[in-house]
């Protein structure tokens, strides 16, 4: 039932109301959410009645049929970031997890669908979106989406969206070619090796690195109740990590529960583990290796060392500027050089080294800490299939020699 001119009587059977408002000059609607805040829907200017009264039935019809999705104005990037948050809030990721997630939202913050209200945005503007994705690498494109499938799984989750808009979304590839897992050469290796000899205080910490293929983090987390010389096993049970502002922050566990595992110490690099021991600084922690000033080694600290010395041994040395101020204020620009290398290189020689060797991948997931074997294939697959060719050649020289 309508009134012209005022409400007087609501539709029977939850089925709101609706009326003529003088005052207004157009058609009013009101009804009650399932909240119980009373809702009011007014005619849009061009709208015909008819229409109107189409887009009120459907809102009956949703809150008859338990469809109905109340208003929000929370947009996408405000959802990513409270979802951050309260992973962090109830332990469900680290610190160091956190800052990272941190970085990547900042391309969402940067985007046009920031703004774009949760219940408003569409697959289109979400397509377009990723679709500039390209220009990263791909692995940036899946942190993404995953972060964006778990915007709207929560939407769907609180009830603000009735259906997921990424089901229609299509990943795209990334322009640039994925990186290659880099490895010293035998060659490499020796010339390095040669050039950390020369070091003091970091001498231990890469030869540690390159003969147990140990990630960054556990070598700088390693304490001495770790290391068991009579059994002559490390216990590898933490790493370090990063806090909500990026700085170095001993952990409480491994990157993942996989990496939790026991290796061998061997005589590779059995002297500088003891050295290591025997030159450890007095620290809270009882940490291996510590600052001269008692403070964490950042994993980035230890990266600019290795590329100073891979620059000595002119290994993969390019030359950059930088760029610095002088007395006077004037910016002057310097020649110096960096290597292309990373500290990361010395895990990835040890498990080259590994393979060539003919160590299994079943061995060298439980060395290197993978959470399953598949992860192994995947990161040196180029790496195992030149091991098995290499191989079938010897078995090809090996029946030629007796034909």
């Known amino acids: 039932m309508e009134r012209r001119n005022q409400k007087t009587k609501e539709r029977g059977n939850g089925e709101g109301t609706i009326y003529f408002s003088n005052a207004l000059n157009c058609y009013v609607a009101q009804y009650v959410e399932p909240n119980g805040k009373r809702k009011t829907l007014k005619q849009k200017k061009n709208e015909k009645v008819g229409d109107f009264k189409k887009r009120f039935n459907n809102i009956i019809s949703s809150l008859n049929n338990d469809t109905y999705i109340e208003g929000n104005n929370i947009t996408v990037y405000q ?9 962090l809030k ?7 997890t956190y800052y990272r997630n941190l970085q990547t939202l900042k391309i969402i913050e940067n ?8 219940q408003k945005v569409t697959s289109n503007q979400i397509q377009d979106f990723v679709d500039l994705l390209s220009r990263y690498a791909n692995s940036s494109i899946e942190k993404i989406s995953i972060i964006l499938n778990g915007i709207f799984k929560e939407a769907l989750k609180r009830d ?7 089901i229609n979304v ?4 990334s322009e640039k070619p994925d990186k290659k897992i880099e490895a010293f050469s035998i060659d490499e290796q020796k010339l390095f090796m040669q050039f950390v000899n020369k070091e003091t205080d970091y001498k231990d910490i890469f030869t540690i690195a390159l003969y147990t293929g140990m990630r960054m983090g556990e070598i700088l987390a390693l304490k001495k109740e770790d290391i068991d010389f009579g059994k002559k096993v490390i216990n590898i049970g933490r790493t370090l990590t990063r806090d909500i502002t990026d700085r170095a922050l001993l952990g409480d566990t491994t990157k993942t529960y996989n ?3 026991t290796i061998p110490i061997t005589p590779l690099f059995e002297k500088s583990l003891k050295n290591a021991v025997s030159n450890m600084r007095l620290n809270i922690n009882n940490l291996l290796f510590i600052q001269p000033n008692g403070k964490l080694y950042p994993v980035s600290d230890l990266n600019g060392r290795f590329k100073r010395i891979c620059v000595n041994a002119n290994l993969s040395v390019v030359p950059y500027i930088i760029k610095r101020k002088n ?4 910016i002057k620009e310097i020649n110096s050089k960096t290597s292309t290398y990373n500290q990361h290189m010395l895990r990835h020689t040890y498990a080259t080294r590994c393979i060539e060797a003919g160590v299994s991948a079943e061995v060298l997931q439980k060395l290197l800490g993978h959470k399953d074997i598949q992860t192994t294939i995947n990161t040196y697959t180029t790496i195992f ?14 029946i030629n020699n007796i034909k």
């Open 170 to 173: 299509d990943k795209p590839k």
């Open 90 to 96: 109830r332990n469900k990721i680290t610190p160091s």
């Open 259 to 261: 990496s939790i595992r």
């Open 385 to 398: 299939d030149k091991f098995k060719k290499e191989q079938v050649d010897k078995y090809v020289e090996y």
């Open 160 to 166: 603000y969206i009735l259906k997921n808009p990424m």
């Open 79 to 87: 959802l990513a970031v409270e979802i951050n948050d309260n992973k």
């Open 111 to 118: 985007s046009k669908i920031k703004d774009i209200k949760i």
């Open 327 to 330: 007395k006077k204020g004037e």
